[in-house]
């Protein structure tokens, strides 16, 4: 194979064989392909696409390049991710909610990108949780756990590591192929039996428009189906914040909430509720999607999925007193400062990419790459689409370290609400399924 041919081939437009494609996918860690090559490559991708057959070439090709962990585990081994959003911490209730259903979760995650929040990010507001653990370890906790949410190791997919952060600085990141090799290059070199994708889509999605997000799933699940995986797909809500918070200590918080107050955060279960569902009925751990999803309910209302998440806290280096003090164990912000809206009625419109980008400028993302994380900032309260409010209602409370930052970030949420004078009809939580 030659990796001049394979780019020609695609820049004008040719087919590629599933060959060529899993093999460029596998080269693309070492030297043999340049950097130039890649630069071309990618190009070459985001202009003339690569057609469904060679996307799984590209993709198990990526999953190749490096580590492919297997598992002997009794039961299934199962996973969930999300394609990014802004008060999003499904995975931390969802894993824990999955093991103490039978499954075993090992849950490669990432970090925060562009304005979105990384599940690794959230969880390191965990004094002591380590994300980084060699497979031994990892085994161990699974077992431990059910779950063990974790960074990858810099073996695991190297040749998405590489092409990513080329795609970064070439302008090829939107590109239907190359977003789905690169998602799921990492999950399935994870040795998944079963994956569910929640594919978000509005104002705080990287795919805003119903139809991108729809075209993303469809290709996520035909290629990793195609790779071997039994997937599936949800489309759902990312016109405002699932959870009522935006951040990482302030999530956690939010989190904690799910899995012991019974009847808050409800959009945040109501959507974990529905993947669980949907991942145990494809698991057969339950008969249907129905009995999938009231197991995921019982276990988060009994408080068995609470009691995994603390074990897994435990096992990941966390408080072993943490489901008991997580109050007082997680960080705080210095100032905390509520925001009220530019004038009354009725939450029209949220701008929720903007909301995620003031909880970035805070501190709680990252904006280059060598920036620490401040772990206590964030938002709160944030006010749903649809609610009443008035001059003296809060629509969010800033979490902030100094006065100035959390001036700046009250004028940006302000801005990110649009208000109107009749209440707006409500958005679906839930759009549509993809091979379900
Ligand atoms: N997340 C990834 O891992 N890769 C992409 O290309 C986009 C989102």
New binding site residues.
């Given amino acids: 194979m030659e990796a001049r041919a394979i780019i020609a081939k695609l820049r004008a437009g040719a087919v590629v064989t599933v060959e060529e494609a899993r093999w460029f996918g596998e080269a693309l860690s070492g030297r043999v392909i340049t950097d130039a090559q890649a630069g071309a490559f990618a190009m070459a991708v985001a202009l003339k696409g690569m057609g469904p057959e060679a996307r799984v070439g590209l993709t198990t090709g990526m999953r190749d390049s490096g580590d492919v962990l297997s598992w002997d585990l009794p039961g299934p081994v199962l996973d969930k991710h999300s394609?990014?959003g802004v008060g999003d911490p499904v995975s931390l209730i969802l894993a824990p909610a999955l093991a103490a259903c039978g499954a075993y979760v090992p849950m490669i995650s990432?970090r925060g990108?562009g304005h979105t929040g990384g599940t690794l990010d959230k969880l390191e507001a965990i004094p002591g949780y380590i994300c980084e653990h060699g497979p031994k370890r990892l085994d161990h906790i699974l077992r431990e756990a059910g779950c063990a949410i974790v960074g990858a190791t810099g073996r695991v997919a190297p040749s998405?590591k590489r092409l990513?952060a080329i795609?970064d600085v070439t302008a090829t990141?939107e590109?239907i192929d190359?977003?789905?090799?690169?998602?799921l290059s990492?999950k399935l070199a994870a040795g998944l039996e079963g994956l569910v994708l929640d594919v978000k889509t509005g104002s705080g999605a990287?795919m805003p428009s119903l139809e991108a997000s729809t075209e993303l799933a469809q290709s996520l699940v035909d290629v990793a189906n195609g790779a071997g995986c039994r997937t599936s797909a949800l489309i759902t809500d990312m016109s405002q914040p699932l959870a009522s918070s935006a951040g990482n200590a302030v999530e956690v918080r939010a989190v904690m909430e799910a899995l012991t107050v019974s009847g808050t955060q409800k959009r945040l279960r109501e959507v974990t509720v529905t993947l669980g569902g949907v991942l145990l009925a494809q698991a057969d751990l339950a008969q249907d999607v129905q009995e999938g999803a009231e197991k995921i309910a019982a276990a988060i209302s009994s408080g068995a999925a609470a009691e995994r998440f603390g074990r897994m806290v435990t096992a990941m280096g966390g408080p072993a007193d943490f489901l008991e003090r997580w109050n007082n164990i997680l960080p705080e912000a210095n100032i905390i400062m509520e925001v009220t809206p530019a004038r009354p009625g009725f939450v029209a419109e949220i701008d929720t990419r903007a909301l995620g980008e003031s909880v970035v400028h805070l501190g709680g993302g990252r904006l280059v790459e060598s920036d620490r994380i401040d772990h206590a900032v964030g938002l709160s309260g944030i006010a749903r689409l649809g609610a009443k409010v008035d001059m003296k209602t809060p629509i969010a409370t800033v979490h902030a370290t100094n006065a100035t930052k959390a001036s700046r970030a009250v004028e940006a949420v302000r801005a990110a609400f649009k208000l109107g004078s009749t209440r707006p009809e409500p958005l679906p939580l839930i759009h549509s399924g993809v091979g379900i």
């Avoid at 190359?178 to 998602?183: F, H, K, Q, R, V």
């Fill in positions: 394609t990014g990432g990108l998405d990513y795609r990141v590109s190359l977003i789905t090799a690169s998602i990492k990287f």
